[in-house]
């Protein structure tokens, strides 16, 4: 199983980007699939899970209404759009991927595999 996540760079408060992580060894629509996030010097955070079924997602507070993910089940990718970027979204941001889906979406033990990372910062 491999994760690619890519799409992330530099941009100004307000503005926006849609991060992609293409995944092969799973079909994205078997397994559960989230995006965490990690800000210099601290802890990776959960930004958005979706179940395998797609009808669930959820999203961490500080970021509904701004982020949204989603999955291209014939590409076998995932996306996180987000929309009106803050200084403080400035982080690497992790796709990865759950093969057993677990009801803990938002833990990121819940996650077997894990992309590379890509870095996304917000600064005028």
């Known amino acids: 199983v491999q994760l690619q996540a890519y799409g992330g760079g530099s941009v100004q408060p307000g503005g926006s980007l849609r991060l992609s992580c293409a995944v092969s060894g799973r079909a994205v629509n078997r397994v559960n699939m989230g995006w965490f996030r990690q800000a210099p010097g601290k802890e990776r955070e959960f930004v958005v899970g979706i179940r395998w079924s797609g009808s669930i997602t959820w999203y961490t507070d500080s970021v509904k209404g701004r982020f949204t993910i989603s999955r291209d089940n014939a590409k076998n990718m995932i996306y996180l759009q987000m929309n009106s970027l803050k200084p403080e979204d400035t982080a690497i941001y992790y796709c990865?991927?759950?093969?057993?889906?677990?009801?803990?979406?938002?833990?990121?033990?819940?996650?077997?595999?894990w992309g590379q990372g890509t870095k996304v910062t917000v600064s005028s």
């Open positions: 990865a991927l759950d093969t057993g889906r677990s009801v803990a979406v938002g833990l990121a033990q819940s996650y077997d595999y």
